[in-house]
């Protein structure tokens, strides 16, 4: 069909019209609806609160302060937000997916999002349907509608009935379906919300899929605001029956459960995340979704095919015999008829066979294609030669030789007989074996009055030979599985090739093989044995697509994290099931969507690098949380039990609320901070309590010096309650913020792990800040005051002792307990 489609003018002017081909869940809130946004936090809404009322009552100076810690919170937090997304749009950016529509006559490729109605859009397998869209012509149109439908049968579409709903017309493709196989061209009738995606995105707010990691910052959110709760109700009491006040008592309980809670945790997993896919971009793999750094960071399994990625993905052709290992050209010529006319779903091994010999067409012209699918696992096409028509196949060979009847010996046709098939088998098996990928070769005559081909024309047919290709194993590939394996990811492959060709790449690049199982034996299987099966099995060989994604979920039902491998239409469903989905920037539409991560290599050892950085990614993250937790919980609980003997307050609200905001702008650097390379190699997890314990420990060893400087300010130097407070302020933010190099660490600090330069000068400037702040005429606004000489150096010794009596604790501490793993 000829049609010169949209002018660019009237393609520019539709998408102004229309708008550009994204549904309502890809929306983002305007800045300020953003910023408005952070404030829904209801510790912060309560210091609004009690600032309006301080500020009304007169207490005018402790208002402001509220009213600046509040906003410096959140300014920070929306920044390093902005930030973050920022720098992951300009990522996955570099990931472009489009669609060949036809403007003015000629072909382009346009990027989804400038799709509009009116475009015609060619769609073969593997495409993402862009938008709705009308089919006006089609050969073998498959559609998987899964995504719609929950159906996972592929649908036949092609130009004509227009009844029924939108999703049941046999001319009707909608966005987000994908095509499995053939080929066609439709013209755009609805893009955007107007499609039926759009529709159902509009009505449903659709959850992406969470993380592990995710799903225990609840489980660690929740302990946090029971305990927040018990503590504030308690402190309120304690100072109220002291009779300090209802508002003093409860703004001082409030600052408490502000100092408790890790209210910039948000910022830092952005700030960590964002961090860590800048440094994987670098590395060549580019993060779609963020929070899933955090399980590829995990992951102990890996799945993948072995093109591309054991393989060179260098095909080229070796050999083309035919049953009795005897050199024939008719295979070649057969074999470039059927891959010149090809119009399926590209693949390297018919541009193989273009590339190794030209042969002259003249004379010779298509007629029709039969195209290839994962069930058949060949293909076919019709040419017409000097009035003769004939039928080339092309495919597995174990998918040719039950449509075969005879075979060409020379110039003689000879029945099929168990003695040839027997021999034709030993000759494939002995190619693979030689690690060759094998194809077979099959034709037939076919009457020139015929004018429809479909796949039951592929029977009675004339075994022609074998084409023989080689993929050379990749000469990085032994080491990155080495390294993987150091990681602790066990790596094993999932393909379609047979076992025998897979075995030999597989022991070329020395992966250890535990066991294999074909698609054959995996049907013959119950979901308790193929569980059972998949952990002790290293390669899974002609399988389907369908049997991929059971054997992930298979792998997951004993609590790995698996990661997943695929460049082709055939992987969706294991991308989409996999804990992390993982593609190339040269694959399938379909598969690019699905995915988490895209390499611009597809290559283990991007991967091993990528592997890396989350784990990196991950134990930054989680050493804000146990630091935090602990110290925070030790100075709130310090505030608690000092309220009872105290007659004043240990510290004003304005100071817990200035000590909690440069403690956590000091640990904003986190995300820089270096990792034992030991801590890299093995999977850590978020142990609840492990976490529970670390708290209670560290914790009540911060509480333990907090009493002693209680007692030094007291009894030994009789400081007033200015002078203690402020004492009491310095040695609080000196041993919240030092600890983490005890924290950070398993080593002895600075002499066995050293801490990044950032988090170096991020800590020593909050210290100084609040050390040297009682000397600063802004000091009076606090209620800080300066100490004597006397005092600063009794602190300084007691900061000194209790990080040393920290970091032996820590010793005895990871000796008797260790995070479980995974």
């Known amino acids: 069909m000829q049609t010169q489609g949209l002018t660019t003018q009237e393609a520019t002017a539709r998408l102004k019209r229309f708008g550009p081909n994204t549904v309502a869940t890809k929306r983002k809130m305007r800045p300020i609806v953003a910023f408005i946004k952070k404030f829904d936090s209801p510790l912060l809404l309560i210091l609004l609160a009690v600032s309006l009322i301080s500020f009304f009552t007169g207490n005018r100076t402790n208002a402001v ?5 509040v906003f ?14 920022k720098a992951v749009d300009e990522l996955i950016s570099r990931v472009l997916t489009t669609a060949t529509v036809i403007r003015e006559g000629k072909k382009y490729e346009v990027p989804l999002t400038n799709i509009v109605p009116g475009d015609f859009v060619f769609l073969s397998a593997g495409d993402v349907i862009p938008a709705d ?68 995105a509009e009505r449903l707010t659709e959850e992406d899929r969470q993380t592990d990691f995710e799903r225990n910052l609840k489980v660690f959110s929740s302990f946090i605001m029971k305990l927040t709760f018990i503590m504030v109700v308690v402190v309120f009491v304690l100072n109220w029956a002291f009779g300090r006040g209802i508002l003093d008592s409860f703004t001082f309980a409030i600052a408490i459960a502000i100092g408790l809670t890790p209210e910039l945790l948000p910022v830092i997993m952005s700030v960590s995340l964002s961090r860590g896919a800048i440094q994987m971009s670098k590395k060549d793999v580019i993060v779609k979704h963020l929070p899933a750094i955090q399980n590829l960071g995990r992951m102990n399994i890996l799945c993948t095919d072995k093109t591309g990625t054991l393989t060179e993905n260098r095909i080229a052709v070796i050999k083309y015999v035919d049953a009795f290992g005897a050199i024939v050209h008719d295979v070649l010529r057969y074999s470039y008829l059927n891959s010149y006319f090809h119009t399926g779903i590209p693949n390297p091994l018919d541009q193989s066979v273009k590339d190794f010999r ?61 003695s040839f098939q027997q021999k034709a088998d030993q ?58 394996e150091q990681l602790g990811v066990e790596v094993k492959i999932l393909t379609g090739d047979n076992e025998l060709l897979t075995e030999k790449i597989c022991r070329d690049v020395d992966i250890p093989l535990k066991g294999v199982l074909t698609g054959a034996q995996i049907d013959q299987m119950s979901d308790d044995e193929l569980q059972k099966a998949v952990l002790a099995t290293t390669i899974f060989a002609r399988i389907t697509p369908e049997q991929k994604e059971q054997i992930i979920l298979s792998i997951q039902k004993s609590e790995n ?93 304005t100071q817990v ?80 913020v030092f600890v983490i190099y005890v924290i950070r660490t398993k080593k002895i600090p600075f002499l066995q792990s050293r801490p990044s330069a950032m988090l170096l000068i991020n800590t020593l400037m909050a210290v100084g800040i609040a050390w040297v702040l009682p000397y600063l005429p802004f000091a009076k606004a606090f209620k800080l005051v300066p100490l004597p000489l006397p005092v600063l150096l009794v602190i300084f010794g007691i900061v000194m002792v209790y990080l040393i009596i920290a970091e032996f604790i820590k010793h005895a501490f990871f000796k008797r307990y260790r995070p479980t793993q995974g």
Request: hydrophobic share 40%; glycine share 6%.
């Open 65 to 69: 302060i509220l009213l600046c810690m």
């Open 72 to 85: 410096l919170s959140v300014i920070l937090d929306f920044v390093n937000t902005h930030k973050s997304e």
């Open 133 to 200: 869209c009308r089919v006006i012509s089609s050969n073998d149109f498959f559609i998987n509608q899964s995504s719609l439908t929950g159906e996972s049968i592929p649908v036949e579409k092609c130009p004509g009935d227009e009844k029924g709903s939108s999703i049941e017309q046999q001319n009707v493709v909608l966005m987000g379906t994908s095509v499995v196989t053939g080929y066609g061209m439709a013209i755009i009738e609805k893009t955007g919300k107007q499609t039926e995606f759009g529709k159902i």
């Open 358 to 418: 030209t042969f002259d067409m003249t004379g010779v012209k298509k007629v029709e294609e039969i195209p290839f699918d994962f069930e058949r696992r060949r293909e076919s096409v019709v040419v017409d030669e000097g009035g003769k028509r004939l039928l080339i196949t092309k495919g597995a060979p174990e998918a040719v030789f039950p449509i075969c009847t005879s075979y060409s010996r020379g110039e003689r046709k000879e029945n099929v007989t168990p």
């Open 427 to 484: 000759e494939f098996i002995s190619l693979t074996k030689d690690g060759y990928k094998v194809l077979a070769v099959a034709i037939r005559s076919v009457s020139s009055n015929q004018t429809a081909y479909e796949k039951d024309q592929e029977k009675d047919m004339s075994f022609v030979g074998f084409i023989a290709f080689l993929d050379p194993p990749k000469s990085t590939a032994k080491e990155a599985i080495d390294e993987l």
């Open 561 to 653: 994290v698996v990661g997943y491998l695929g460049d082709g239409i055939n992987d969706a469903p294991a991308l989409k099931a996999a804990d992390v989905g993982i593609s190339v920037n040269n694959a399938v539409d379909v598969a690019k969507e699905t995915a988490d991560f895209i390499l611009l290599k597809k290559s283990l050892r991007v991967l091993k690098d990528g592997v890396i950085e989350g784990r990196k990614t991950f134990l930054n993250t989680l050493k804000y949380v146990m630091m935090g937790l602990s110290s925070n919980f030790g100075n709130m609980f310090s505030m608690m039990a000092a309220s009872a003997f105290l007659p004043f307050l240990p510290m004003l609200p």
């Open 657 to 736: 609320l200035l000590n909690n905001f440069l403690y956590d702008t000091s640990q904003l650097s986190l995300s820089t901070d270096t990792v034992d390379p030991e801590d890299v190699r093995r999977r850590s997890s978020f142990d609840m309590k492990f976490i529970k314990k670390y708290m209670l420990v560290f914790g009540s060893i911060s509480s333990l010096f907090d009493f002693i400087t209680f007692g030094v300010l007291l009894l030994v130097f009789s400081q007033s309650e200015q002078h203690f407070q402020t004492g009491w302020f310095i040695e609080s933010i000196a041993t919240q």
